[in-house]
């Protein structure tokens, strides 16, 4: 069986801004018509739970550990940067679809 890729969506604590980044990952994914892929929401002790499953990693914050799964920083979801939001979706896309 083949598993959908996974983007796993962190922050500090896994709740309101991993929510929100997950979201807008989700909703930029679909416009860009990435649909088959698994987005799960979770705080940073949830790296090594999936890290075997992760194709790419979303922080809400720095990430200095190193990872063989690309990590992309998407504090732009906080701040309200849109600009910064399309190039964190454009950095997942690109990801899935080399995949």
């Known amino acids: 069986m ?3 890729p996974l983007v796993l ?6 709740t ?6 997950s979201q807008g990952v989700e909703q930029g ?5 990435i649909t088959d ?4 929401v979770g705080r940073l002790d949830d790296i090594g739970r999936y890290a075997d499953r992760i194709t790419v990693l979303v ?3 720095n990430i200095r550990q190193k990872y063989d799964f690309p990590v ?3 504090i732009s979801f906080l701040t309200g940067d849109e600009d ?6 454009d950095k997942v896309a690109d990801i899935l679809k080399n995949k």
Do not use: F, P
């Not at 969506?9 to 896994?14: D, E, R």
């Not at 309101?16 to 980044?21: M, Q």
């Not at 892929?37 to 799960?40: F, T």
């Open 9 to 14: 969506v962190v922050c500090g604590a896994g």
């Open 84 to 89: 910064g939001q399309e190039r964190v979706v």
């Open 72 to 74: 992309i920083n998407a």
């Open 16 to 21: 309101l801004t991993s929510v929100i980044a």
């Open 2 to 4: 083949n598993r959908k």
């Open 37 to 40: 892929v698994e987005i799960k």
């Open 59 to 61: 922080a809400s914050m």
């Open 29 to 33: 994914l679909k416009k860009r018509g």
